[in-house]
Structures are given as structure tokens and as C-alpha cells.
């Protein structure tokens, strides 16, 4: 069965600052990756994903991921972080149990951006 | 356009009651989704619908049941509601078959109640 560990439930991090969300996956096969972020009150905005080809993926708002199958990691990390990037992160990989891709998501890393 | 739209946003009722969430999707979706997010933000599949098949994760209780008057469309009725009931909700739309094509798009979520 697939999972998502995603270890760090905070993580603290002052604007400006540099930042990685780790994530751990167990799939079998070859994973489908994903980044959502959930800003207060809303909905699960897409950042980005992993389908194949290059490890590391690009996303929205200076969001980049990269895939490391030795280490069964999909880190999401951003060079430098804004207030506005204060959200919940979500990590989640879709394999195909019982014929139907379905996702499973991690439990989520609660950012917090310190002026 | 808002691509995926629940309604209502936020919903308050007493124990025992009857009531539904609507979600509708403007993207040609052909698959919906129905999630529940719990208080600790864990995200779990409720139910996968398209015009072919319903998925049912066999936890959810047959007090939750989908039902879809058309592909932009999949609401959530909830019959006897229980305290236990009380989370978010959000629905999802994908296109059919496997990645990429099967990327999820979330709605904003509604926010349920039960006193």
C-alpha cells in the first residue's frame, strides 16, 4: 500500500529565510508526486508535480521539488520565504490500488513565517 | 471562473438532521471527489465518482452517500448527522485515466458543523 510521512508537523522559519518541507513515500512502483498548499480557510491550491523526467520540478510561486528515489523523497523547497507563504503543506503521492488511481496525503507540515 | 465551487462554505446543524453539500466543476472534468478533513487537517478519500464507476472507501459510513446529476456535478448527502461528522469537506474534479491526466483540483471546502 502506498503511504506519505511527512515528519515535521511545524517547522518555524523568519521571512527571507530559506526553506524545505520533507517528505517520505512508500510505493512500490513509480510514484506520482505532489505539493498542495491550503492557505487558512481555503481550499488545496496545487504547487506542483512529479510525473516523470527531470527530478527536479518547478512549481507556482517560487516553489521547486525534488525527487530522489534512493531516498523515497519528494522535499519541497523555496530559496527565500514570505509571509505569505504562512500555510499548511501537503505531500501526496497517487499509485493505483485496486485499479483506481487514488491519492493519499501526508498529515501536513504547518508553516510559520517570523517577520 | 471558479474552476471547483462547494456550497455552502460553512454549515451549522443539530444532531439527526439531513443535509447536503453541493460541488460543482467547470473544468470538463470527468472524475469527482469527495474528502473529509478532520480536525488534525488529515485528508481521507471519502469517494471517487465518475460517469463509469463509484468508489467507496469502505470506512465512510452509508449515512454518506453521492450522488451526481451530471459530470460538472457530484453532491454529498449526509443523513442522521453525528457529532463525529463535523469537519471539512472538500470535493475535487480530475479528467479520467491515469497521470498526468488525473491531477486533482480542490474547491474551497465546507466547513460542517454538528451540535
Known amino acids: 500500500a502506498q503511504s506519505v510521512t511527512q515528519p515535521d508537523i511545524h517547522i518555524t522559519v523568519s521571512e527571507g529565510a530559506s526553506l524545505e518541507l520533507r517528505c517520505n513515500y512508500s510505493?512500490?512502483?513509480?510514484?506520482?508526486l505532489f505539493w498542495y498548499v491550503q492557505s487558512p480557510g481555503q481550499g488545496l491550491q496545487l504547487l506542483l508535480k512529479y510525473f516523470s523526467g527531470d527530478t527536479l520540478v518547478q512549481g507556482i510561486k517560487g516553489f521547486e521539488a525534488e525527487f530522489k528515489r534512493s531516498q523515497s523523497s519528494f522535499n519541497l523547497r523555496k530559496p527565500s520565504v514570505h509571509w505569505s507563504d504562512a500555510a499548511e503543506y501537503f505531500c501526496a503521492v497517487l499509485g493505483l490500488p485496486g485499479g483506481s488511481y487514488i491519492p493519499t496525503f501526508g498529515r501536513g507540515t504547518s508553516l510559520i513565517v517570523h517577520p | 471562473d471558479t474552476a471547483v465551487s462547494q456550497t455552502p462554505k460553512y454549515l451549522v446543524t443539530q444532531m439527526g438532521n439531513d443535509k447536503s453539500i453541493k460541488c460543482e466543476q467547470n473544468l470538463g472534468h470527468d472524475t469527482m471527489y469527495w474528502y473529509k478533513q478532520d480536525s488534525k487537517k488529515f485528508l481521507k478519500i471519502m469517494f471517487s465518482?465518475?460517469?463509469?464507476?463509484?468508489?467507496i472507501n469502505e470506512t465512510v459510513p452509508n449515512r454518506f452517500s453521492p450522488k451526481s446529476p451530471d459530470k460538472a456535478h457530484l453532491n454529498l448527502h449526509i443523513n442522521s448527522l453525528e457529532l463525529g461528522d463535523s469537519a471539512v469537506y472538500f470535493c475535487a474534479s480530475s479528467q479520467d485515466g491515469g497521470p498526468p491526466r488525473n491531477t486533482q483540483y480542490f474547491g474551497p471546502g465546507t466547513r460542517l458543523t454538528v451540535l
Open positions: 465518482y465518475n460517469n463509469k464507476e463509484l468508489i
Open positions: 510505493y512500490g512502483a513509480t510514484p506520482y
